[in-house]
């Protein structure tokens, strides 16, 4: 299994523009972070998670060859905002439409920001076209490798965990980004995997993210071999924070990371 992160920025990205960013050295290119999103090579399949307003550059800088089906982890903007250049990747198709898995709010605001791309309606050719599909508990891919599902508190949405599992290598790779709290069923379904992404937004607290302090303590009850804090704001200086986070056996992702797993 391949995970490339594509981005690992908050909602407006890393550095804010029009702002001081106290604290965050921009001469490091670990604190340049784009809107959040992973792209999963599991037994060959594509698999993009997200795709927000970053996604065409994202794929630009990192190589992207394909994407094979999209899961979209909740419906906020910076996780959607750039679904329509998924357009190059719908074009190798041959007029397939690309499979996009989501909660049931996530499909309801893709049918509302671009309903122009969804099968059902009147085919306009030149756009990108999607097949909307609710997310199951388990997602079994050809070839035999499986996505777990479970739905993660994030203020008055939810948003999907998602647990990888290849089935050439048994790598498992967790991803829960965009949460308030690794809940007890989650917890149970990432216990022990090979990588560990969790949402760490801050050291302060917020009403619909974890802080840095509650994805250390769900790192520490996960038991992860490695874990990787995602989504952090310009408060997450990298030169600050990596070796602090590191005596905690966590770290903190960046943009363009690759991991091979397996
Ligand atoms: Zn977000
Ligand atoms: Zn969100």
């Given at each position: 299994?391949?995970?490339?992160f594509?981005?690992?920025?908050?909602?407006?990205?890393?550095?804010?523009?029009?702002?001081?960013?106290?604290?965050?050295?921009r001469?490091n290119?670990?604190?340049?972070?784009?809107?959040?999103?992973?792209?999963?090579?599991?037994?060959?399949v594509?698999?993009?998670?997200?795709?927000?307003?970053?996604?065409?550059?994202?794929?630009?800088?990192?190589?992207?060859?394909a994407?094979?089906?999209?899961?979209?982890t909740?419906?906020?903007?910076?996780?959607?905002?750039g679904?329509?250049?998924?357009?190059?990747?719908?074009?190798?198709?041959?007029?397939?439409?690309?499979p996009?898995?989501?909660?049931?709010?996530?499909?309801?605001r893709?049918?509302?920001?671009?309903?122009?791309?969804?099968?059902?309606?009147?085919?306009?050719?030149?756009?990108?076209?999607?097949?909307?599909?609710e997310?199951?508990?388990?997602?079994?891919?050809?070839?035999?490798?499986?996505?777990?599902?479970?739905?993660?508190?994030?203020?008055?949405?939810q948003?999907?965990?998602?647990?990888?599992?290849?089935?050439?290598?048994?790598?498992?790779?967790?991803?829960?980004?965009?949460?308030?709290?690794?809940?007890p069923?989650?917890?149970?379904?990432?216990?022990?995997?090979?990588?560990?992404?969790?949402?760490?937004?801050?050291?302060?607290?917020?009403?619909?993210?974890?802080?840095?302090?509650?994805?250390?303590?769900?790192a520490?009850?996960?038991q992860g071999?490695?874990?990787?804090?995602?989504?952090?704001?310009?408060?997450?200086?990298?030169?600050t924070?990596?070796?602090v986070?590191?005596?905690?056996?966590?770290?903190?992702?960046?943009?363009?990371?690759?991991?091979?797993?397996?």
């Amino acid at each position: 299994m391949e995970i490339i992160f594509l981005g690992t920025g908050t909602s407006q990205g890393v550095p804010l523009p029009a702002h001081p960013n106290p604290g965050l050295d921009r001469a490091n290119p670990k604190n340049w972070r784009t809107r959040a999103s992973v792209h999963v090579i599991i037994d060959g399949v594509h698999v993009q998670v997200d795709a927000g307003p970053d996604f065409r550059w994202q794929c630009l800088q990192n190589d992207i060859s394909a994407v094979d089906f999209l899961l979209l982890t909740h419906e906020h903007t910076d996780h959607m905002a750039g679904l329509d250049d998924m357009r190059c990747y719908y074009n190798l198709r041959e007029g397939a439409p690309i499979p996009l898995y989501s909660t049931r709010s996530g499909l309801e605001r893709v049918r509302a920001f671009m309903p122009y791309a969804i099968r059902e309606t009147p085919r306009k050719s030149g756009y990108v076209e999607f097949s909307l599909r609710e997310m199951p508990a388990t997602l079994t891919l050809d070839g035999g490798a499986r996505i777990h599902s479970v739905r993660l508190p994030h203020g008055r949405t939810q948003t999907l965990g998602l647990v990888f599992i290849e089935s050439s290598t048994g790598a498992r790779f967790v991803y829960y980004s965009d949460c308030k709290e690794v809940t007890p069923e989650a917890e149970a379904l990432a216990h022990g995997a090979d990588v560990v992404v969790l949402d760490g937004l801050r050291p302060e607290t917020h009403p619909t993210h974890m802080t840095v302090g509650e994805a250390v303590l769900a790192a520490e009850r996960i038991q992860g071999r490695r874990t990787f804090i995602t989504h952090t704001t310009y408060q997450l200086d990298y030169g600050t924070w990596a070796p602090v986070l590191a005596a905690d056996n966590v770290e903190i992702a960046y943009d363009g990371l690759r991991l091979q797993l397996g």
